[in-house]
């Protein structure tokens, strides 16, 4: 079991015809079953063509019609990339997956509402990874994304990060212990996004396959203490919590366009008290979020 995705998804790669769509796509059909999974691409311009043996389609809609595929990864360049993330939920994909950094926020203000207001007139609600992440891997079943496949290996640990590197970090350190992950997810570091925190501890929470959870976060917003505070009541797994940025100054923008404190409860130590408050174990070591979770099960 997993979450999200397994090796019966079918992906279409929106931007499969651009430098990094390409080598992302190709190391994704590399592993395990993704040579089944990666259906098709999408460039307006190459219909009918074929790249790695994977077709072409002008449209997200026509590449869903012709696969069945239902979910989409994106690697457009910025200036395009919130056009494409409409493009698939007007296409009623099941998950948009946006790889891409660096897309204006007001370009995701605007397709974020337009599909709340979808959503709110009835129609299919796609959910949305990202954009600014790794993406989303079960190992040994299905990597989409640009994370590492040969540090995971399956087993029963979620890992939900806000950052790309300490996903795979916390990944690593679950592998050398001998600890498998059942999903692996990296949410992104923009301000306006789509899945949170709270979505993915949910879905560990209901999955039978996972045991236990590392939650990452970063200074800067609300996500974790809102999820933290969901866990609380509802968690019945025991959850390992490390947020980044302890030692950065309020109100200095920190890399990610979403890492801005504002000096109050979205400092590290803030999310950290918090978080413990809710029942999570948490470390303010990252070299130590392995053994700790280790020492639970």
């Known amino acids: 079991m997993s979450i999200l995705i397994n090796k019966d998804t079918k992906?279409?790669?929106?931007?499969?015809?651009?430098?990094?769509?390409?080598?992302?796509?190709?190391?994704?059909?590399?592993?395990?079953?993704?040579?089944?999974?990666?259906?098709?691409?999408?460039?307006?311009?190459?219909?009918?063509?074929?790249?790695?043996?994977?077709?072409?389609?002008?449209?997200?809609k026509e590449a869903?019609?012709?696969?069945?595929?239902?979910?989409?990864?994106?690697?457009?360049?910025?200036?395009?990339?919130?056009?494409?993330?409409?493009e698939a939920c007007e296409a009623d994909l099941d998950l948009a997956i946006c790889i891409t950094e660096g897309i204006p926020v007001r370009d995701m203000l605007v397709v974020r509402n337009k599909m709340r207001a979808k959503e709110a007139a009835g129609g299919k609600k796609t959910l949305l990874l990202g954009p600014n992440c790794p993406g989303v891997i079960t190992p040994d079943e299905i990597k989409i994304g640009i994370m590492p496949g040969h540090i995971h290996r399956k087993g029963r640990i979620g890992v939900v990060s806000r950052s790309g590197t300490l996903t795979y970090e916390a990944?690593?350190?679950?592998?050398?212990?001998?600890?498998?992950?059942?999903?692996?997810?990296?949410?992104?570091?923009?301000?306006?996004?789509?899945?949170?925190?709270?979505?993915?501890?949910?879905?560990?929470?209901?999955?039978?396959?996972?045991?236990?959870?590392?939650?990452?976060g970063e200074i800067g917003g609300p996500d974790e203490a809102d999820a933290a505070q969901w866990c609380k009541g509802n968690m019945k797994k025991p959850v390992v919590g490390f947020v980044a940025g302890v030692t950065a100054p309020a109100g200095k923008r920190m890399g990610h366009a979403g890492a801005l404190i504002s000096g109050g409860a979205d400092t590290a130590n803030a999310k950290l008290e918090i978080m413990e408050a809710c029942g999570f174990h948490v470390t303010r070591n990252p070299s130590e979020m392995g053994r700790i979770l280790k020492s639970l099960l």
């Open 171 to 216: 990944v690593a350190q679950l592998t050398e212990l001998g600890l498998g992950q059942s999903s692996a997810v990296g949410l992104g570091g923009d301000p306006i996004n789509g899945l949170k925190h709270i979505d993915f501890m949910k879905m560990f929470n209901d999955d039978p396959d996972t045991d236990a959870v590392i939650m990452i």
């Open 64 to 86: 869903k019609a012709q696969t069945g595929a239902t979910v989409s990864v994106i690697y457009v360049p910025p200036p395009g990339a919130a056009a494409a993330i409409w």
């Open 11 to 60: 992906v279409i790669t929106q931007g499969i015809t651009g430098k990094t769509g390409q080598f992302h796509t190709e190391k994704c059909q590399e592993y395990a079953n993704g040579r089944n999974c990666f259906v098709a691409g999408v460039n307006p311009k190459k219909p009918g063509e074929k790249i790695f043996d994977i077709p072409i389609f002008a449209s997200v």
